[in-house]
């Protein structure tokens, strides 16, 4: 990273949910690489001290981000002893997989209650704080699911539509009040969460360390939204313009059909779909 980067970031207290592993833990690391200083929360609770011990982290521990009292205090626990806030980036979340029929209401509910509310929780608790110093900056990790459609992840995508929808508010809702919103767009991710999925044709799955430097790059330099890889983020908004059925169409042919249903390894996936769906 260059030290216009480094600038940037140097000093900056970063909060940082689902921070324990994958994209989390990979943009934690690059930060306080950077020399931010690094607070991170995940619900679990031996992952999240193994990684915070393991890099030095400021602060870690558990953090139920669908709680409200688990997340003010988290957040509160950060301000006393780091020092207050300028950087939330809401990254917890889940992606079952599966046809919708089959989907427990459990399962269902899970995912909104961590993937939209938690989101929207982090949100308000952040902004509450950033509002009356008239600084700071929401990063909320949605997906390119949010601007499409894929079968077998109907839930999910809902729950990225809703994020995408949620900081676009918030970014006009609150302009001119020096708090700014961001929404990160990773295509399927070199993590747990993509483990056992087919990625469509044409789109290679990115590393966490790419989706880790675009966040960086948004602290230092504030905009809307930013879509990883480059060539997936192009096609989501390419196939977006093009007629419904002609957009589908290119969708299937891509494999989009099949990569979260037919083509899943299960077996591969297990370990994760148990753990997400709290089997």
């Known amino acids: 990273m260059s030290d216009k980067f480094r600038a940037a970031v140097r000093g900056k207290v970063i909060v940082i949910t689902g921070g324990a592993r994958g994209i989390g833990l990979a943009t934690a690391t690059a930060l306080q690489a950077l020399g931010a ?19 030095d982290f400021e602060l870690y521990g558990k953090l139920d981000v669908t709680d409200t009292a688990s997340f003010e205090s988290f957040l509160d626990e ?12 809401n990254n917890a979340g889940i992606m079952p997989t599966g046809r919708l029929v089959d989907e427990p209401d459990q399962v269902t509910r899970r995912i909104l209650d961590i993937n939209v509310y938690g989101v929207i929780l982090g949100s308000k608790l952040g902004l509450a704080r950033m509002l009356p110093r008239k600084t700071g900056h ?6 390119l699911a949010g601007e499409t459609h894929i079968p077998g992840l109907a839930t999910y995508n809902a729950s990225k539509h809703a994020v995408l929808g949620f900081t676009d508010t918030l970014r006009e809702e609150y302009r001119g009040s020096g708090v700014h919103f961001s929404s990160v767009l990773p ?21 966490p360390e790419e ?4 966040i960086v790059g948004l602290i230092a330099a504030p905009k809307s939204k930013v879509r990883v890889t480059a060539v997936a983020g192009a096609i989501s908004r390419f ?24 083509d899943v390894d299960a077996e591969r996936r297990k370990a994760y779909e148990d753990r997400a769906r709290s089997v």
């Open 37 to 55: 200083k690094i607070a991170i929360g995940d619900i679990d609770e031996t992952t999240v001290k193994e990684s915070g011990t393991a890099r």
């Open 78 to 89: 950060v301000e006393r002893t780091v020092g207050p806030i300028d950087v939330l980036i």
């Open 138 to 143: 929401i990063v909320n990790i949605a997906s």
């Open 187 to 207: 295509t399927l991710t070199n993590t747990e969460l993509g483990s056992g999925v087919t990625p469509p044709k044409l789109l290679r799955p990115a590393e």
């Open 211 to 214: 989706i880790a430097d675009a």
């Open 239 to 262: 196939v977006g313009f093009l007629p419904e059925a002609v957009g589908d169409s290119l969708g299937r042919a891509l494999g989009s059909g099949h990569a979260f249903l037919d």
